[in-house]
DNA sequence: GCCATATTTAACTCAGTAGTTGATAAACCA
DNA sequence: TGGTTTATCAACTACTGAGTTAAATATGGC
């Protein structure tokens, strides 16, 4: 239930974004993951909750802390639609559309 | 504002994708992109701002008209920062493990 | 049970945005 | 010229979203 709408939101935040960048890398907890931000730790698990929401991550528990894991299914999902709509107007189809477009003009 | 909080901000709402997808069609004025959807044109023409903003269109003049294009750059940036924050070890090992074991199969 | 650590929830502020209606601007047509 | 079409601007409402501080919850060590 990869919603495009809650994906694309969730990358629109340059902090989440980073997070993500650091998920990249391997699990972390909220704590590890804050650590880089000047905003608090409650933010942070704002911004957890959203990226959760949107299917971006999932979260286990170990002890005190719930480590966050990436989960890339929502990213394919976002890739995909935005290649869906590149290559319809990638550098061969413009140039198409001019050559038809200058036909029509100078048979 | 990075380009990628506007692109992906852009991208969030579902009648500016709508939008976008009836461009990568061709050319479209205000008026031919209102047309299927229950809002105002004026509603119409505050997306198109934030699509301009985002550089993901274009806009030309053609007597009263403002036929807009899309631009493909913006999606090029997405699509390549969310190529890069795919998980490589996971899911994309496993799709061509089953590839490879695919083609011993049937070669 | 009690305390420290890690994280979430609650309540609030402030800014931004999607939508509305009404007025305005620009280009064509008769 | 005056009227029509096309699109934008202005002002306003309602909602959402990112941030804060303060309080609550969960877990492990003693």
Same mark, same amino acid.
């Given at each position: 239930?990869s =919603?495009l709408?809650a994906?694309?939101?969730?990358l629109?935040d340059?902090?989440r974004r ?17 650590e880089?931000?000047?905003?608090t ?7 957890l909750?959203v ?5 971006l991550?999932?979260?286990?528990r170990?002890a ?12 394919? =999902?976002s890739?995909d639609?935005i290649?869906?709509?590149r290559t ?6 413009d140039?198409l559309e001019?050559l038809?477009?200058d ?5």
């Amino acid at each position: 239930m990869s =919603d495009l709408d809650a994906t694309f939101a969730a990358l629109a935040d340059p902090v989440r974004r980073a997070i993500i960048t650091r998920l990249a890398a391997g699990e972390a907890t909220p704590g590890e993951l804050a650590e880089p931000f000047p905003i608090t730790l409650q933010a942070i698990s704002k911004h957890l909750k959203v990226l959760e929401r949107a299917g971006l991550i999932t979260r286990g528990r170990d002890a005190q802390r719930r480590p966050c894991r990436l989960r890339p299914e929502p990213l394919d =999902d976002s890739a995909d639609w935005i290649a869906a709509h590149r290559t319809r107007t990638d550098e061969r189809y413009d140039r198409l559309e001019q050559l038809l477009h200058d036909m029509k003009e100078r048979p």
